[in-house]
C-alpha cells in the first residue's frame, strides 16, 4: 500500500522494558512526525523530522523517549525502562512540505505498559 | 495547558441535520487551522483547513469558520450522514515558519440514522 504504516500494531511489555515502534512514511514525504495519544485525550506532539534539519524533540516527555529517521525513509520511535504512564497510542504521520498541514497519519501502535 | 480546546466530547446529531463542532485555541500566532476526523483503529485523516487571513473555507459537506477576535473556530456538516460519525480533532500550526501542529482532545461525532 502507498499509506503511512507503522510495527507493531499492537506491543505489550513489561514495566522497565524498551520498546521500539516503527514508522515508514510515504515515499517522498519529507515531514515526519510522531504523536501519542492516551486514553480520553486528544494527540500530543512528541517529535518531527523535516529533511536533513535538526529533528524539533520538544514534545519528548522524557530523556526515555529518543526518536531517529534515516534520511527521508523509516523512523523508529524508542522507549527506554517503560512506565506504566507510556501507555497510549502512538501515531506517525508524514507529509509533502508543499502540502501544508496535511499529514497523512498510519494507523498507530497502541502500546500497554503492564 | 490546553492551548486547543475542544470542549464538547460528544455530540450526537439527527440524520440530515446540520453538526457543528467548536474549537477554541488560545495563541494568537497560530496561523493555520485544520480538522481531522478519526475512525476507530485507525490514524485520523484530513478533513478540512482554514488560513488564519480567512474566515470562512468550504468544501462540500463541510465548512469550517474561524473568528479570530474570539480564537475561535467551528465545522459545518451538513447534511450529516451516519458515515460521519467519528471522532473530530481540529488542530492549529504553532506559527509560521514551523510544522509542530497542537491538536485539541477531539469530539465525537454520533449521526443518528
Not at chain 1, 520498546?19 to 506532539?45: K, M, N
Not at chain 1, 507510556?86 to 508524514?94: E, H, K, N, Q, R
Not at chain 2, 485544520?34 to 465548512?63: C, V
Not at chain 2, 460521519?84 to 492549529?92: G, L, P, Q, T
Request: glycine letters at 8%; charged letters at 20%.
Amino acid at each position: 500500500g502507498a499509506g503511512v504504516s507503522q510495527s507493531p500494531s499492537n506491543k505489550v511489555t513489561e514495566k522497565g522494558k524498551d520498546v521500539e515502534l516503527r514508522c515508514d512514511p510515504i515515499s517522498g514525504h519529507t515531514a515526519l512526525y510522531w504523536y501519542r495519544q492516551r486514553l480520553g485525550q486528544g494527540l500530543e506532539f512528541l517529535i518531527y523530522f523535516q529533511g536533513n534539519s535538526a529533528p524539533d524533540k520538544s514534545g519528548l516527555p522524557s530523556d526515555r523517549f529518543s526518536a531517529e529517521r534515516t534520511g527521508e525513509s523509516v523512523s523508529t520511535l524508542t522507549i527506554q525502562r517503560t512506565q506504566q504512564e507510556d501507555s497510549a497510542v502512538y501515531l506517525c504521520a508524514s507529509s509533502f512540505v508543499e502540502a501544508r498541514g496535511t499529514q497523512y497519519f498510519g494507523p498507530g501502535t497502541r502500546l500497554l505498559v503492564l | 495547558d490546553q492551548q486547543v480546546k475542544q470542549n464538547s466530547p460528544s455530540l450526537s446529531v439527527q440524520e440530515g441535520r446540520i453538526s457543528i463542532l467548536n474549537c477554541d485555541y488560545t495563541n494568537s500566532m497560530f496561523d493555520y487551522f485544520l480538522w481531522y476526523k478519526k475512525y476507530p483503529a485507525e490514524g485520523p485523516t484530513f478533513l478540512i483547513s482554514i488560513s488564519s487571513i480567512k474566515d470562512k473555507n468550504e468544501d462540500g459537506r463541510f465548512t469550517v469558520f474561524l473568528n479570530k477576535s474570539a480564537k475561535h473556530l467551528s465545522l459545518h456538516i451538513v447534511p450529516s450522514q451516519p458515515g460521519d460519525s467519528a471522532v473530530y480533532f481540529c488542530a492549529a500550526r504553532a506559527g509560521r515558519g514551523t510544522y509542530k501542529y497542537i491538536f485539541g482532545t477531539g469530539t465525537r461525532l454520533k449521526v443518528l440514522a
